[in-house]
């Protein structure tokens, strides 16, 4: 993957992730019923997105990551 690609997707990972962190953050609307979107759950997901972007980022600049 390309590194434009990868940032792309690494900032919008943390857009995402940072507006779930918000919004989980927000107390529940007993009137509007519970929530229906698992908010903190697709906060972590794209806090591991971003990870895993970040060590590919790191690939592309030639550190190695993996065993060898």
């Known amino acids: 993957m ?3 690609a ?3 997707l690494l900032v919008c990972a943390a ?3 940072v507006f779930c962190a918000w919004r989980g ?4 609307n007993l009137v509007r ?3 229906m979107v698992p908010y903190r759950f697709i906060m ?15 690939n ?6 993996g065993r060898r």
Request: one cysteine or more; proline letters at 11%.
């Open 15 to 17: 857009v995402v992730g």
């Open 33 to 35: 019923g519970p929530r």
């Open 44 to 58: 972590v997901l794209c806090a591991a997105l971003a990870l895993i972007a970040v060590v590919h980022l790191m």
């Open 6 to 8: 990868t940032l792309v």
């Open 60 to 65: 592309l600049a030639g550190f190695e990551t």
């Open 2 to 4: 390309p590194l434009n």
């Open 25 to 28: 953050a927000q107390p529940p």
